[in-house]
């Protein structure tokens, strides 16, 4: 089947606007996870969902990152009025379930901000 | 606090030779997993291999094993017969907190480059 999708791949935003990133996790994986990779870097943690619950959003760096999942599939995240260093590349995965489950990661989006 | 290190920022290798990446880590959990995934040029991340903690043996994947070592918080990645296909960044992985959820925290990576 399908991997993990996500879009738009590549993002351009200018320092106030507010953009909107897009993850199509593997069907009937549970758990989905945001990672926030600078470049050359380990992705790091932003938020995890299980199912539609938004379990811990602890890696958010500001109230200006905001994720969703209302159905328990598709996610969206959020950045509002978006700042230069907020240009990372956004990677998704989802795992059947959490723990020890192997993580499928999507291709990520590149968000430059100017 | 929970860390991963990876000392090596890159390593090069000769096809068909073996390398072997290091990672160290801390945690104050008794049961949890290990990974390694592996981030190839502009492709998507993918898991190499996993090791359980509780297990003493180590993990192999073909031309991937570990050397787990649990008392010295030490985790290497040994890639026997290098292709040129191995060519990408390497992470080493822990959960975050609990190991329930899944959430990972990396190491910094090592970029790897097999020379033909």
């Known amino acids: 089947g399908a991997g993990v999708s996500q879009s738009p791949r590549y993002k351009v935003a200018k320092r106030g606007q507010d953009v909107a990133l897009r993850c199509d996790p593997i069907?009937?994986?549970?758990?989905l996870f945001w990672y926030q990779q600078a470049l050359g870097q380990g992705p790091e943690f932003l938020t995890y969902f299980q199912n539609e619950a938004q379990l811990d959003k602890s890696g958010l760096p500001s109230d200006r990152f905001f994720a969703e999942r209302p159905e328990g599939s598709v996610s969206t995240l959020k950045i509002q009025r978006t700042q230069q260093e907020d240009s990372a590349v956004y990677l998704c995965?989802?795992?059947?379930?959490?723990?020890?489950?192997?993580?499928?990661f999507g291709p990520g989006t590149r968000l430059t901000v100017t | 606090a929970q860390t991963v290190t990876q000392s090596q920022p890159e390593m090069s290798v000769q096809e068909a030779e073996t390398v072997t990446l290091s990672c160290t880590y801390d945690?104050?959990?008794?049961?949890?997993?290990l990974f390694w995934y592996k981030q190839p040029p502009s492709r998507q991340m993918i898991l190499v291999i996993r090791?359980?903690?509780?297990?003493?043996q180590n993990a192999t994947e073909n031309r991937f094993s570990v050397n787990f070592q649990k008392a010295a918080k030490s985790f290497s990645l040994k890639i026997s017969d290098s292709q040129l296909g191995d060519t990408a960044m390497y992470f080493c992985a822990l959960p975050l907190g609990s190991s329930n959820t899944g959430k990972l925290i990396f190491g910094q990576g090592t970029t790897l480059q097999v020379k033909p």
């Open positions: 069907s009937g994986h549970v758990s």
């Open positions: 090791q359980e903690a509780y297990k003493q």
């Open positions: 995965a989802s795992s059947y379930a959490g723990g020890s489950y192997e993580q499928y």
């Open positions: 945690t104050s959990e008794n049961n949890y997993y």
